[in-house]
């Protein structure tokens, strides 16, 4: 089973950018639907982004579409969430998931879908 590491969030402005990072531990990465959520003080944790584990197919939430990309580099066993035009509301911390996914198209929306996940990253957008 692999492990995640998420990095990368801060303190921005309103139409700042930031890019975060998920390593995972392991050599079976590939094998391993990903996905990106987060939670916001008093709210539950929600989703925001996915990726299946080996063609590529990409699945976000209205809120984020056209501002957020999800990617993954298999050879560097790291999952990315690229985040532009970033507003107050996307406020939260930010956490990176995993599950092991044999099909290879599957894109995981629930939290249920996942197994590991890490220990989040805190992303604070200012107005």
């Known amino acids: 089973q692999v492990q995640l590491v998420e990095s990368g969030g801060g303190l921005v402005q309103t139409g700042d950018s930031l890019r975060l990072s998920c390593a995972a531990s392991?050599?079976?990465?590939?094998?391993?639907?990903m996905g990106w959520f987060r939670q916001a003080p008093g709210n539950e944790r929600q989703f925001v982004a996915g990726i299946s584990s080996s063609d590529g197919t990409t699945y976000y939430a209205d809120s984020v579409k056209g501002r957020f990309t999800i990617s993954r580099d298999n050879a560097e066993n790291t999952v990315y969430l690229q985040m532009n035009n970033l507003k107050v509301e996307d406020t939260a911390v930010y956490y990176c998931?995993?599950?092991?996914?044999?099909?290879?198209?599957?894109?995981?929306?629930?939290?249920?879908?996942?197994?590991?996940w890490g220990q989040g990253t805190q992303v604070t957008v200012s107005s």
């Open positions: 392991g050599r079976t990465f590939s094998s391993y639907a």
């Open positions: 998931a995993a599950v092991r996914e044999t099909f290879g198209s599957i894109v995981i929306v629930a939290q249920s879908g996942y197994d590991v």
